[in-house]
């Protein structure tokens, strides 16, 4: 009598379609809350721009809170990795550049790129502080990270003795200069290239800094 072996179950479809449903989540969240605002967003809204169900994203994220900070974290990371931004590879390139300059000008072009995906949904979370706590409570959590990042940056320069300011001066004129503010100005409201900022924040930051 043949005697039939049950295979072990293999969930690694499975994980991917949930990883995927995850991603058209996030995406749908992303489009509406930079389209028509956080505030005036609704789960069901975003429910129906993903394709899948309200019950759906509430089991995966809780409540839209939850979806504006997971929203976020791939915004500026520019995908869904489980990766801290300081950490990334791209991140770690500039870190590990020994010419100053050269760091300020690579630092320079990943902020425009970074502004690029950001702004429009800094600017959303923005708009929707002053009325939404959980807005409130994300743009000056993204503020933070902002700081954070700038602090290990701002250290490893300064060790490095090239600086003509000191390391905190350093740290808080980057971080003022890359909230997507001043991108928005220049690149948005005045045409320029993102070319053309870039090389002019970089030329600007070797100026004040070095």
Not at 176 to 199: C, F, I, N, P
Request: glycine letters at 6%; proline letters at 2%; one cysteine or more.
């Amino acid at each position: 009598m043949t005697q039939h072996v049950k295979r072990p179950y293999d969930a690694t479809r499975r994980r991917a379609q949930a990883r995927q449903t995850q991603r058209d989540v996030l995406r749908a969240a992303h489009d509406l809350f930079v389209e028509q605002g956080y505030g005036r967003t609704t789960i069901a809204q975003i429910a129906e721009r993903a394709g899948v169900s309200t019950e759906t994203i509430y089991a995966t994220f809780k409540n839209k809170a939850t979806l504006l900070h997971r929203t976020w974290d791939v915004t500026i990371g520019g995908d869904d990795e489980d990766v801290v931004f300081h950490e990334r590879p791209e991140i770690m390139a500039i870190r590990a550049e020994p010419d100053l300059a050269k760091r300020f000008m690579m630092h320079a072009r990943m902020s425009t790129a970074t502004a690029r995906r950001m702004t429009p949904f800094a600017r959303s979370v923005a708009g929707a502080a002053a009325s939404e706590p959980s807005a409130a409570e994300m743009a000056r959590e993204m503020d933070q990270q902002r700081l954070m990042g700038m602090t290990v940056m701002a250290s490893e320069v300064a060790a490095t003795g090239q600086l003509r300011v000191s390391e905190e001066e350093c740290r808080d004129v980057i971080w003022a200069m890359t909230d997507g503010h001043l991108w928005h100005q220049l690149v948005v409201e005045r045409g320029w290239s993102d070319d053309r900022y870039a090389e002019w924040l970089g030329r600007t930051w070797v100026a004040m800094l070095l």
